[in-house]
């Protein structure tokens, strides 16, 4: 898949994009602790990945350090705002956090 810089900009600054990102980081803060967290998206240009994914990363710093990253298309992101993809993306968050969280007291 080549890269085309307008695409992918219009898909990183999407409504779909943006309302992942808001989703992620109120999930997170919803815990109801003290947590510094933020998210974001790349998309890799060298070398290219062959399917033409994005990467949501999400970095929680405090009160324990945790990395993750999920990949997806840009169709999958734009069909976060129509329902197409809502359900999935957001199972996919739960589980990471839900990784992030197991087996730590807070």
């Not at 919803?30 to 998206?41: E, I, K, N, S, V």
């Not at 060298?46 to 990253?69: E, N, T």
């Not at 298309?73 to 839900?98: K, M, V």
Request: glycine share 6%.
């Amino acid at each position: 898949m080549p890269y085309d810089p307008a695409a992918v900009a219009a898909v990183m600054t999407s409504d779909s994009a943006t309302a992942i990102v808001a989703y992620c980081e109120t999930q997170i803060y919803a815990l109801g602790r003290t947590f510094d967290a933020c998210a974001h998206w790349s998309y890799p240009v060298k070398p290219p990945d062959p399917q033409g994914r994005y990467s949501l990363s999400v970095i929680i710093a405090k009160p324990f350090a945790w990395f993750f990253q999920l990949h997806y298309t840009g169709e999958q992101i734009l069909g976060y705002s129509t329902g197409t993809t809502t359900a999935d993306i957001q199972h996919q968050i739960h589980a990471e956090i839900d990784k992030a969280l197991s087996g730590r007291e807070l």
